[in-house]
Every structure is written in structure tokens, then in C-alpha cells.
């Protein structure tokens, strides 16, 4: 039974700083790539990075890039999320998932294993 479990969210002033973690248990048949989705309240599941299974490639929505960076160690089969100058808007739950395809893809569905979800508040 395969288990994705998120950790590190929490209340953050604006311009601060947060990492998330996400631990993958379990077997997996395939080589698969990591992605991070958020959910603000009323919103949409969106994915916002991703990194791919022999880590050569990561992906960022537009609204993240430079602020948030996605590793990967591949030993422990953690993925984390650095966040920094965290903003208002970023305030989400943060949802981690193993993909069904060992490159980067940014939809939902092409995601095989999710986790609970981490909160993550940004205050102003």
C-alpha cells in the first residue's frame, strides 16, 4: 500500500519563509516524477511544481518561480518544497502526489498516489 504523507505547513508572516516535506511509502512499479498542487479556499486543485523521476527536470507555475524550488532525495523517497517570500495569495492546503509518469505533467489525473494535504496560512 503506497503512502504519501505531507509535514511542514503552518502560520507564516508575509516575506517568511516555510518547507514542506512529503515521504512516499510503499511500492511503485514505475519511475515517477513528484509534483506539489495547492488548494486555496472556493479554488481549484492546481499544480504548482513538479520535479521529474531522474530529477533533470522541475516545472513551476508562473506564480512560484523564484520564490519556491522542489527537491528531490531520491534515497529516502522525500520530495520537499522550499517557499520563501511567501505572500498572502499562497495561503492554500498543499497537496503532494506521486505521477504516473516518470517526466513532469501538470494535471491532476496524471497523478497516481496523493497525500492528505498540508495547510499552509500566509498572513499579511
Known amino acids: 500500500q503506497v503512502q504519501v504523507v505531507e509535514s511542514g505547513g503552518g502560520l507564516v508572516q508575509a516575506g517568511g519563509s516555510l518547507r514542506l516535506s512529503c515521504a512516499v511509502s510503499?511500492?511503485?512499479?514505475?519511475?515517477?516524477?513528484m509534483g506539489w498542487f495547492r488548494q486555496a479556499p472556493g479554488k481549484e486543485r492546481k499544480f504548482i511544481a513538479g520535479?521529474?523521476?531522474?530529477?533533470?527536470?522541475?516545472k513551476y507555475v508562473e506564480s512560484v518561480k523564484g520564490r519556491f524550488t522542489i527537491s528531490k532525495d531520491g534515497a529516502r523517497n522525500t520530495v520537499r518544497l522550499q517557499m520563501n517570500s511567501l505572500m498572502p495569495e499562497d495561503t492554500a492546503v498543499y497537496f503532494c502526489?506521486?505521477?504516473?509518469?516518470?517526466?513532469?505533467?501538470?494535471?491532476?489525473?496524471?497523478?497516481?498516489?496523493w497525500g492528505q494535504g498540508t495547510q499552509v496560512t500566509v498572513s499579511s
Open positions: 510503499g511500492r511503485i512499479d514505475w519511475p515517477y516524477s
Open positions: 502526489a506521486v505521477g504516473a509518469f516518470s517526466d513532469v505533467h501538470q494535471l491532476s489525473y496524471e497523478y497516481a498516489y
Open positions: 520535479i521529474s523521476w531522474n530529477e533533470t527536470t522541475t
